[in-house]
């Protein structure tokens, strides 16, 4: 038989990975997988409980943990953690298992999505959301952007609308 496609959705906090790719695996009849889920269903702890106890180094090697099994996986979807792209590991699995689609949207855009969940460490610190998320465009937007095989903007459109542009030039 032939192999299976996978969609894997890269990009920041706030980009609308979650959401979109939830509407993109319903439309295409696809299995829909996020890698921060499946981190809080192995460890039966939320993400802020592993940032705490373990730190962010050890959410990184759950994270890459998961993805490695996931992308074992044919005809998914997968939403990825939005620092997942800093482990070249993952930067070449998701490369190498499916077609990679970078959701970018402006900086104000993620803070507004973002500011009534609390569910996000990195954005739970002294330090204005809008300036981490700066900080941390500036070190990631070229890691998403080095493995997408194409980018679509979710500042402009619904939820729904953003997975059927997708489905548009993914071309099936
Ligand atoms: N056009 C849109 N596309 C996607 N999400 C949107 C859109 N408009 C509003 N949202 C909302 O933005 C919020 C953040 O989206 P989501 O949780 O899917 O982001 P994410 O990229 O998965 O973030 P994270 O990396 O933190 O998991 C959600 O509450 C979602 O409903
Ligand atoms: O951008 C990040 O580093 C993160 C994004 C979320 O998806 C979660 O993986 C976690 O909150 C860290
Ligand atoms: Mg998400």
């Known amino acids: 038989m032939a192999e299976k496609r996978n969609i894997f959705l890269v990009g920041p906090m706030g980009a ?32 802020a409980w592993v940032f705490d106890l373990e730190g962010e180094e050890g959410f990184r090697v759950r994270e890459e943990n998961v993805i490695q099994d996931l992308t074992e996986l044919q005809g ?51 330090e204005a959301p809008k300036e981490v998320l700066e900080r941390l465009a500036e070190e990631r937007n070229p890691l998403y952007a080095e493995i997408a095989d194409f980018t679509v903007r979710t500042d402009e459109q619904s939820a729904r609308a953003v997975a059927s542009q997708i489905i548009d030039q993914l071309g099936f």
């Open 16 to 47: 609308g990975k979650s959401t979109i790719g939830r509407h993109l695996a319903d439309m295409l009849h696809l299995e829909f997988y996020d890698s921060d889920q499946e981190i809080e269903r192995r460890t039966g702890a939320d993400i």
């Open 76 to 126: 998914i979807v997968l939403a990825t953690g939005g620092g997942s792209v800093l482990s070249k590991e993952t930067r070449n699995r998701l490369s190498a298992r499916g077609i990679v689609v970078y959701l970018e949207t402006p900086i104000e855009k993620q803070v507004a999505r973002t500011q009534r969940d609390k569910r996000r460490p990195l954005l739970q610190t002294e």
